[in-house]
């Protein structure tokens, strides 16, 4: 079993919709969560970065951390086409020298 | 300009031969990362660096080599390739801070090997 996971879709959607994206991990030292957004011949780019549990909210990008369920998400509003890109959750532990274990990545659809 | 730059972009080549990936950054980050990513496996940590005098091993370092020349410069080569090392292949950096920083990528190279 992969210490991180996440569904590789592709998860399709129309443009507008509230679109959840979800990782599960196993490994309780992980403290430190991020999601990345990866366009299409592109490198991943840091989307958001939280600390231990909670919400963390940036224009229509909410990220929550539940660390008793060890269960992360990103929620995206009023999703665009734009939006369309590869999902990466990574996350590390405190002390691990920024050393990030990866999900597999979501790949997202937002059609028009 | 990008803050790091990845050479080549793409490269196609034959198994056996030796292939070097560049990277450079202007970000002033002490810590540069090698990363191969293949579809639905994510990210994966090949080796990395948290300064000039520092090499470690990642999670899959078997074929592979790196070498740190500068702050800014940090390479990885491949000394006899093989077909199942055709991926793309992510350089990153990240600040040395109390707390994790998270990574800043290039935006790759993509390997093929015939």
């Known amino acids: 079993q992969k210490e991180v996971e996440q569904d590789p879709g592709p998860l399709s959607v129309p443009e507008g919709a509230i679109v959840s994206l979800n990782c599960t991990y196993s490994?309780?030292?992980?403290?430190?969560f991020m999601w990345y957004r990866q366009y299409s011949r592109k490198g991943p780019e840091l989307l958001m970065y939280?600390?231990?549990?909670g919400n963390k909210e940036d224009g229509r990008f909410t990220a929550q951390v539940d660390k008793s369920s060890k269960y992360i998400s990103l929620f995206i509003r009023d999703s665009q086409p734009s939006d369309s890109a590869t999902y990466l959750c990574a996350m590390s532990a405190h002390n691990a020298g920024n050393m990030l274990t990866f999900g597999g990545g979501t790949r997202l659809m937002v059609k028009p | 300009d990008a803050d790091v730059t990845q050479t080549p972009r793409n490269r196609i080549t034959k198994t056996g031969k030796r292939i070097m990936l560049e990277c450079s950054q202007t970000?002033?980050?002490?810590?540069m990362y090698w990363y191969r990513q293949d579809p639905g496996l994510g990210l994966r940590l090949i080796y990395y660096?948290?300064?000039?005098?520092?090499?470690n091993k990642g999670e899959i370092s078997d074929g592979y080599s790196v070498s740190r020349q500068a702050q800014a410069k940090f390479s990885l080569s491949l000394e006899s390739a093989i077909p199942n090392q055709t991926a793309l292949y992510f350089c990153?950096?990240?600040?040395?801070?109390?707390?994790?920083?998270?990574?800043?990528f290039g935006d790759g190279t993509r390997l093929s090997i015939l």
């Open positions: 490994n309780s030292a992980f403290q430190y």
């Open positions: 990153a950096t990240s600040d040395r801070s109390e707390h994790n920083q998270p990574q800043h």
């Open positions: 939280t600390y231990s549990s």
């Open positions: 970000k002033g980050h002490d810590r």
């Open positions: 660096s948290f300064d000039v005098k520092d090499i």
